[in-house]
T-cell receptor, first 116, second 119 residues
Framework: EPEVTQTPSHQVTQMGQEVILRCVPISNHLYFYWYRQILGQKVEFLVSFYNNEISEKSEIFDDQFSVERPDGSNFTLKIRSTKLEDSAMYFC??????????????FGSGTRLTVV | AQKITQTQPGMFVQEKEAVTLDCTYD???????LFWYKQPSSGEMIFLIYQGSYDEQNATEGRYSLNFQKARKSANLVISASQLGDSAMYFC????????????????FGKGTLLTVNP
């Protein structure tokens, strides 16, 4: 079964450093998403991406965050200057289409980011 | 107001028994979708079951069924014949909105229910 692949699975970074989280969505999917989950809390939407541009972003997704699809297969989330409160599990997801609700999302296994 | 409410922070069930995990939702849209995901301690999000707002029948996937009561805005997950491997966090999520030229539909999650299956 096709998978969404995320790397690395765990990253530790110093506060103020830049991090890039990487995702390879399912190849025929067109819509891409990043979510985050602070330890013990619910999963929160960060951003959605379609046709090489951001479709929607949450209030969490401030100027410190950016996304891009540099080469048609990878989908990256960059945090420019990490803060302690950025420590969380970050999930990438993709879906075939936004049309019709019978298409689910496929989530990656997540990247656990720890900012120290 | 919360869009997805899961009122049970934790639930316990005996192996081989059935358990119902509650989920209520709030939306003014006519078209929406409801999802349940399982998150084991390893952290990944595993899709379990989907119910569309226009689906007349309750969704079923193996041991999972969704008790969809549209008028009450509830979408409870029923797990039959619980297994030890069912011990995990379970999240209810909703996707709202109609597509209007390329817009995407984000998922809104509830806070989750931690299910523990006892031997």
């Amino acid at each position: 079964e096709p998978e969404v692949t995320q790397t690395p699975s765990h990253q530790v970074t110093q506060m103020g450093q830049e991090v890039i989280l990487r995702c390879v969505p399912i190849s025929n999917h067109l819509y891409f998403y990043w979510y985050r989950q602070i330890l013990g809390q619910k999963v929160e939407f960060l951003v959605s991406f379609y046709n090489n541009e951001i479709s929607e972003k949450s209030e969490i997704f401030d100027d410190q965050f950016s996304v891009e699809r540099p080469d048609g297969s990878n989908f990256t989330l960059k945090i420019r200057s990490t803060k302690l409160e950025d420590s969380a599990m970050y999930f990438c997801a993709s879906s075939v289409t936004g049309f019709g609700f019978n298409y689910g999302y496929t989530f990656g296994s997540g990247t656990r980011l720890t900012v120290v | 107001a919360q869009k997805i409410t899961q009122t049970q922070p934790g639930m316990f069930v005996q192996e081989k028994e059935a358990v119902t995990l509650d989920c209520t939702y709030d939306t003014s849209d006519q078209s929406y979708g409801l999802f349940w995901y399982k998150q084991p301690s390893s952290g990944e999000m595993i899709f379990l079951i989907y119910q569309g707002s226009y689906d007349e029948q309750n969704a079923t996937e193996g041991r999972y069924s969704l008790n969809f009561q549209k008028a009450r805005k509830s979408a409870n997950l029923v797990i039959s014949a619980s297994q030890l491997g069912d011990s995990a966090m379970y999240f209810c999520a909703m996707r709202e909105g109609r597509d209007s030229g390329g817009s995407n539909y984000k998922l809104t999650f509830g806070k989750g229910t931690l299910l523990t299956v006892n031997p």
